[in-house]
């Protein structure tokens, strides 16, 4: 093994540093770890920075006319060595608007007229704004510089419509909506690359800072409120009785109702003010979102996530009483956050409770999901296990999903697998994995569109962005894990987490985390991987037997460095199977020759990739 490099150079000079650098680095990213900002041990540099908010968001659901309105107080921390001429304001949902760039179709159900800025003040300096003409990312020009390392508050009202159709927020049915993305927000302004700008397209997820929040939601009498944080006053808007069920859950293993369809019918739920304000908390988070229903019903149960001091956290979820799926939810949401807290990713769920809720997203939020419903049990589990995983990515981590999209669905994908192998065993998890994850990507006809995963996840098309961001990233993360063994790996992964939680990684932090992490440099892994048009296409040249021993030459014709079987077997039947991990291509040799024993007479030698799906299966069989 070659030793670990990057301690020694921390502190060279620029010319060293570009020298000894052997990953390819756009000149921002390379700006951030000359300034300090980020440090090739792979950990936050000595400069490291970010900006925060402070927000108390209050906001009122208006059922009847479908809108929402809201007043916020901001304070925001500039804690960057720049002084801030504009702030750039995101509210995602003016994805609605009928001129706003959009990656795919949608129709008129969908189209709102978007946010309406009713006031806005800084410092209290009072900005005149027409936001009929704002995107998803818009400048303020502010009338008095922010300086380095101090704080604005912004004071904003505003409106906006929940459109009839809705994708990751708005309408579910007449009494249900779904609210995310539902107050404007200050846009991240970060080390690398500044003000993010990125417009949303509705295909590339989120980009958000650390936050603290308190929410208040006010909605009409009987309709019951879910969102992200800890409820501050159930006393104050569920009858006693529903109160007491709620707080009991949360020492429950059993799944609880909290709220039946016919107790709900019978406005038995909340209390019977005209409105209700439910009030929730969350700090050191990157989004808070909620949602309201008067129909649906509502069950609850905890589990323990943290063994070593019986943490347990709520897991909540709210459905139509029709959907068969959901009424399995809460205990498989039990499942998940145990398995994810205790084997992969093997780190303490983070938060203290997860809302499950019906709608049509499959999308995750911090602290809540949002699933469609299927009457296919098995893929219900399976959309409710990956969008709980992104708990720890994006969440955990402050992963920039817009750019780095790899650096959340892929291991998402992952933890989604190596859950899905604890539920229903391994062949059928290979077999769920290889037609959702790899498949379609190994045998996509328009190959031109594949381009390596470190592509930044605007810039590729829409099957490249599928591709790059859930198959192929997934498979690096589970050929690293072949690599290294499950112990290390954990111990390099845990690493990287513990460098990054609540912070803004990119991919080379993780990269370096991981060599630091592992005690090994992986440059070449990395390079194989991430900064390259490899693909998964092995061949099998030859094989030459003698001695009870045979040697096989294999061609890597794709150039991905994965693992594999080989699978010798006799004239006679008898099988013998070596299990080689993707060390064999850290030399970068496009040929390799591996020895296999066999005491037996070979009839034939087989490649096997399992998950690793071949691009050429037909030339992976050598017969004698
Ligand atoms: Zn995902």
Redesign the pocket.
């Known amino acids: 093994m070659k030793q670990f490099w990057p301690l020694v150079i921390v502190f060279a000079s620029l010319q060293s540093f570009i020298q000894a650098q052997d990953l390819y680095m756009p000149r921002n990213i390379k700006n951030a770890y000359q300034k300090g900002t980020r440090s090739l041990t792979g950990a936050p540099g000595a400069n490291y920075w970010q900006n925060k908010g402070i927000y108390d968001v209050a906001v009122t659901v208006h059922a009847d006319t479908r809108s929402v309105s809201g007043t916020e107080k901001i304070i925001y921390s500039n804690n960057s060595p720049d002084t801030l001429r504009t702030i750039a304001i995101r509210f995602v949902n003016n994805i609605h608007k009928p001129g706003a760039p959009r990656s795919g179709f949608y129709g008129p159900d969908f189209l709102t007229s978007g946010l309406h800025i009713q006031s806005f003040k800084i410092d209290d300096a009072i900005y005149d704004i027409n936001s009929d003409g704002w995107g998803t990312v818009n400048d303020v020009a502010l009338k008095s510089a922010l300086l380095p390392h101090s704080k604005a508050i912004l004071e904003i009202e505003w409106d906006y419509p929940l459109s009839k159709q809705s994708g990751r927020e708005g309408q579910i049915d007449s009494t249900t909506f779904y609210c995310a993305y539902a107050y404007p927000r200050v846009s991240v302004y970060d080390d690398y690359n500044g003000w993010d700008r990125i417009p949303h397209s509705d295909r590339q ?1 989120f980009y958000n800072d650390f936050n603290d929040y308190t929410l208040s939601v006010t909605a009409p009498k009987n309709f019951v409120v879910w969102a992200t944080g800890d409820l501050l006053n159930p006393g104050e808007v569920l009858q006693p009785a529903i109160a007491q069920r709620l707080k009991t859950s949360y020492t429950s293993d059993s799944v609880m109702i909290i709220a039946s369809f016919d107790e709900m019918q019978q406005q038995k739920i909340t209390q019977q003010n005209d409105w209700n304000t439910w009030k929730f908390k969350a700090d050191r988070i990157s989004d808070v979102c909620f949602a309201v229903s008067k129909n649906y019903v509502w069950d609850a149960a905890s589990v323990i996530v943290d063994p070593v001091n019986n943490r347990r956290a709520s897991v909540q979820s709210a459905y139509n009483d029709t959907a068969k799926d959901f009424h399995y939810y809460t205990k498989w949401g039990q499942h998940s956050l145990s398995f994810f807290s205790t084997q992969w990713p093997g780190v303490s769920y983070p938060f203290s409770k997860m809302t499950t809720f019906q709608g049509y997203a ?3 939020y911090p602290m809540m999901i949002n699933d469609g419903t299927t009457e296919n049990l098995a893929f219900a589990q399976m959309v409710e296990d ?2 709980i ?2 708990t720890y990515f994006p969440f955990y981590m402050g992963i920039n999903e817009t750019r780095y999209a790899y650096m ?2 892929g291991w ?2 992952t933890w989604e697998y190596l859950i899905g192998i604890d539920e229903v065993g391994k062949a059928a998890a290979d077999s769920v994995y290889k037609a959702f994850r790899v498949r379609r990507y190994i045998n996509d006809a328009s190959t031109e569109e594949d381009q390596p995963i470190i592509t930044m996840s605007t810039q590729v098309s829409g099957a490249g962005y599928g591709n790059n ?2 198959g192929k990233a997934s498979l690096s993360y589970l050929a690293l894990k072949d690599l290294l063994g499950d112990d290390l790996f954990k111990k390099a992964l845990h690493h990287y987490m513990d460098n990054w939680n609540g912070k803004h990684p990119i991919p080379w932090d993780y990269f370096y985390s991981m060599n630091a992490g592992s005690g090994e440099n992986l440059d070449w892994f990395w390079n194989n991987w991430f900064f390259s048009n490899n693909y998964i296409d092995l061949k099998i040249t030859n094989v030459q037997s003698k001695n009870n021993k045979a040697t096989v030459t294999i061609e890597n014709v794709g150039g991905f460095a994965i693992p594999f079987d080989v699978v010798s077997r006799s004239k006679d039947g008898k099988e013998k199977t070596q299990h080689f991990t993707p060390s064999v291509w850290s030399k970068n040799d496009k040929t390799i020759k591996v020895i296999i024993d066999n005491t037996e007479a070979l009839g034939s030698v087989q490649l096997d990739g399992h998950i690793f799906m071949d691009a050429t299966p037909g030339d992976n069989v050598f017969k004698f």
């Open positions: 997820e499959d999308m995750e990956h969008e995983a992104h959340d669905e998402a994908t961001s859930y």
